[in-house]
């Protein structure tokens, strides 16, 4: 059982920074990692994804803006968000999978972990 606990969501302005973390409890070395987003209205989407061998993937809206990375030593997955726009005001949302996140989430298939979210508001 894994169990992820998100934090540094808060509301910024446009062109802000914002780094997120996700800390895992139980063993998530060889497990793909990610970060998801969900819109008020709108489905959730799978923005960023680590795979354990360190291969990343992202979806085309925050590439070039967002990085995504993971400490194994510490459990904890980041993203780094910069250059923010009102239009990434989200919930966001770790998620954990045995599978390759990044074929996870290119296929846009629901991964087994959650975390509970965190709010990110980007105000222009």
């Known amino acids: 059982q894994v169990q992820l606990v998100e934090s540094g969501g808060g509301s910024v302005q446009s062109g802000g920074s914002l780094r997120l973390s996700c800390v895992a409890s139980g063993y998530t070395d060889n497990m793909g990692l990610g970060w998801f987003r969900q819109a008020p209205g709108k489905e959730r989407e799978g923005i960023a994804a680590?795979?354990?061998?360190?291969?990343?993937g992202y979806t085309g809206s925050v590439q070039g803006r967002f990085t995504i990375s993971r400490d194994n030593a510490k459990n904890t997955l980041y993203l780094q968000m910069n250059s923010l726009k009102p239009g990434d005001t989200a919930m966001y949302y770790c998620?954990?999978?045995?599978?390759?996140?990044?074929?996870?989430?290119?296929?846009?298939?629901?991964?087994?972990?959650w975390g509970q979210g965190t709010q990110v508001s980007v105000s222009s």
């Open positions: 680590i795979d354990s061998d360190g291969r990343t």
């Open positions: 998620a954990a999978d045995r599978r390759r996140m990044t074929i996870v989430r290119a296929l846009g298939l629901p991964p087994t972990y």
